[in-house]
């Protein structure tokens, strides 16, 4: 009896011991968690706790007010070119010892795209969306903050180089897409009104949209063709004048008279809203979450909610808030899951 009663009282301890640690560790993953997703309403506060129309980027120690045209002139110095679009030519620029991204108009003809862009850029400041640094009307001009991982598009590019390969895991992928969803919600609720991202007819286009940050998250970059959507006052958008094809879009983009051999009218074309991008949220995180172990179980899980994603009625597909909620439970659950699994062995 005496050995007995020593096996349990030693056994408790140990027992206690265990169930202490699994509290823990369950407790600094819901911590890693929570610091990884803040709410939108936290993360704006804390990018813009500096002034409005003012910036700071990587190392800068004090925040600064938008550059103007002057101080683009005199101290913007064009470096070379990186990209080239429709509405925009992109240079790699410096300011100050600092890495920018200088914009110019390619065409006039393309004005009206360039200013609505400018615009949204100044109305959507916050954590979801590229710095603005500063801009010139006169010139056509605006600079921005520099990210030299570049368009989403270049991601498996990224991913592949040698010093990058921590990051080609599903958790980071996945967080990846959870961004990609959240900047829609931020889009779809802003502080310029529900708005639509109308540069996306195909998943290229989609992902030069964003950029890649250093530290393997997502800002929306491109605000050329943001409609809006008016609810109340029944007004819809229409991306572009032309008749919209393929799978990658919405069906209600597609002209629904093709079938009866009516030519497309851009007059007669009906109107549609931001569960378009909803539709094309499947089609993206496939792309994101790319071939990693694990990435299976993840498509696995988020196969109810890509379902919901493309339903043929808009009005029955969740809003980008609901997938955000799913991507994020989905996280959360594997990031336990895999946790316990180390515990155990």
């Excluded at 349990?8 to 911590?31: F, H, K, T, W």
């Excluded at 010139?136 to 990224?158: A, S």
């Excluded at 195909?202 to 890649?212: D, N, R, V």
């Excluded at 909610?305 to 980008?320: T, V, Y």
Aim: charged share 20%; hydrophobic share 40%.
């Amino acid at each position: 009896m005496g050995r007995s009663g020593s096996l349990i009282s030693e056994g408790v301890p140990v027992v206690a011991v265990c169930l202490a640690a699994l509290l823990l560790s369950n407790a600094m993953i819901y911590l890693y968690l929570d610091s990884l997703y803040q709410t939108d309403e936290q993360l704006v506060s804390s990018h813009v706790g500096h002034m409005p129309q003012h910036f700071k980027i990587t190392n800068m120690k004090n925040i600064t007010p938008w550059l103007q045209c002057s101080q683009i002139d005199a101290e913007v110095r064009k470096l070379k070119l990186i990209g080239q679009g429709a509405v925009k030519k992109v240079y790699l620029a410096e300011w100050r010892g600092q890495k920018v991204a200088l914009s110019k108009l390619s065409s006039l003809d393309y004005l009206e795209d360039f200013l609505h862009g400018l615009s949204m850029l100044q109305l959507l400041q916050g954590p979801r969306v590229v710095q603005l640094v500063g801009f010139c009307l006169e010139d056509h001009t605006q600079v921005t903050e520099h990210h030299p991982h570049g368009p989403l598009l270049n991601l498996e590019g990224i991913l592949e180089q040698q010093q990058h390969q921590q990051h080609n895991t599903w958790q980071a992928r996945l967080r990846l897409a959870i961004d990609y969803v959240l900047i829609l919600h931020y889009l779809h609720n802003s502080p310029a009104g529900r708005r639509v991202m109308c540069d996306s007819n195909s998943l290229e286009k989609t992902l030069s949209q964003f950029l890649l940050t250093s530290d393997f998250h997502l800002v929306v970059n491109d605000l050329d063709a943001l409609p809006e959507v008016d609810t109340p006052k029944g007004l819809g958008v229409k991306c572009g004048h032309r008749e919209l094809t393929g799978d990658f879009v919405a069906p209600e983009q597609l002209w629904p008279f093709r079938n009866a051999g009516t030519p497309f009218s851009d007059d007669l074309m009906p109107e549609y809203d931001e569960r378009t991008d909803i539709w094309k949220i499947p089609d993206v995180t496939w792309f994101l979450m790319g071939r990693v172990p694990g990435g299976d179980v993840v498509h696995f899980h988020l196969f109810q909610i890509h379902q919901e994603c493309k339903r043929e009625d808009p009005r029955l597909r969740p809003s980008a808030l609901d997938v955000s909620k799913v991507y994020q439970s989905v996280y959360s659950s594997m990031v336990q899951d895999s946790a316990g699994f180390r515990d155990m062995l």
